[in-house]
């Protein structure tokens, strides 16, 4: 028995009943080629880099199983037939790294929540900073009020990194909108988190384009 | 400043080897073709692969990126071109 990463992509146009029952034949046939499955998740609904079989998106469900070696093919060959599946890709894998592997798409999925919630909050206090602009202009006393505080805060974010920029802006806009504070919650919390993740696109940005890095490093070392 | 002489005494390029760094790689060991992000960086405009110039990867760590690449763009995770 080894160990095996699955991953296909389901037909996005297919109801939830419809998935749910491709999935299960794809789940039958590893079964039915003697394989275990250690498990099965929908990965991600994502729009694809290029269109499969005039598909411009699709349903990314990611798989693990044990099974031996020589099942493989037999498991590629009738996957290969079944219906809904626009794309498979069967790689082999242990124990370890499927652990890893599972550890680090989890910690990427909640990086990828706390920027979406960010950017949410950080919209929140933008449309707040409007809103308060609006009524300021309207000189209404209690909105006029509220305008001196989230403007103030408003105008820091921008000059600031999107992770630096969560915490101020999540504060202000639980305090002047109320749909604003379900997203700015959970964006106070994971700050810490985009912020390692904004600093490092600073670093990629650096390492794309090394003729601005290079001379320094050249004269340094001289 | 002022206290700069008139004429700057050419330094000499020593033939020192600089060290191949990518902040990107640092403490990545094993790289995941599930890792879209993280690919997107040594990919170029054209969605070509970075050469070991640009990537500045070790030779382990640019064959794994790579791989990886490959495997995302059969999935539709990275775009051929």
Redesign the interface.
């Known amino acids: 028995m080894n160990g095996y990463e699955f991953?296909f992509?389901l037909d996005p146009t297919l109801d939830d009943a419809a998935s749910l029952a491709v999935v299960e034949r794809v789940e039958g046939i590893v079964k039915g080629q003697g394989g275990e499955v250690v498990s099965l998740k929908p990965?991600e609904r994502?729009r694809?880099?290029?269109p499969?079989a005039g598909h411009h998106e699709?349903l990314?469900i990611?798989c693990y199983f044990d099974a031996p070696p020589a099942s493989i093919r037999g498991i590629e060959n009738r996957v290969r037939l079944a219906e809904g599946v626009l794309?498979f890709?069967v790689?082999r894998t242990d124990k370890e790294?499927r652990e890893?592997?599972q550890a680090?798409?989890l910690r990427?999925r909640e990086e990828r929540a706390a920027r979406a919630a960010a950017a949410a909050a950080e919209a929140a206090a933008k449309a707040a900073e409007e809103a308060a602009g609006e009524a300021a202009e309207t000189a209404a006393k209690p909105a006029g009020e509220a305008s001196g505080k989230s403007g103030e805060a408003a105008a820091r974010p921008s000059g600031e990194s999107g992770g630096a920029a969560a915490e101020p802006s999540a504060e202000t806009a639980g305090k002047s909108g109320e749909a604003a504070a379900k997203p700015a919650e959970p964006a106070a919390e994971d700050a810490g988190a985009t912020k390692e993740a904004a600093a490092?696109e600073p670093?990629?940005a650096?390492?794309?384009a090394?003729p601005d890095g290079?001379p320094r490093?050249?004269?340094e070392?001289? | 400043m002022s206290d700069r002489p008139a004429t700057p005494r050419r330094r000499r390029r020593q033939n020192v080897r600089r060290v191949r760094v990518n902040p990107l790689l640092n403490g990545v060991d094993r790289v995941d073709w599930k890792d879209v992000d993280f690919l997107r960086e040594f990919l170029g405009d054209r969605a070509k692969i970075a050469p070991r110039r640009v990537s500045r990867a070790g030779a382990r760590a640019q064959r794994q990126i790579r791989i990886a690449i490959k495997r995302a763009r059969q999935m539709a995770l990275l775009p051929y071109e």
């Open positions: 991953m992509i990965w994502r694809l880099a290029y499969i699709g990314y990611l794309r890709i790689l790294t890893r592997d680090a798409d990427r490092g670093d990629g650096g390492e794309a090394p290079s490093n050249e004269e070392t001289s």
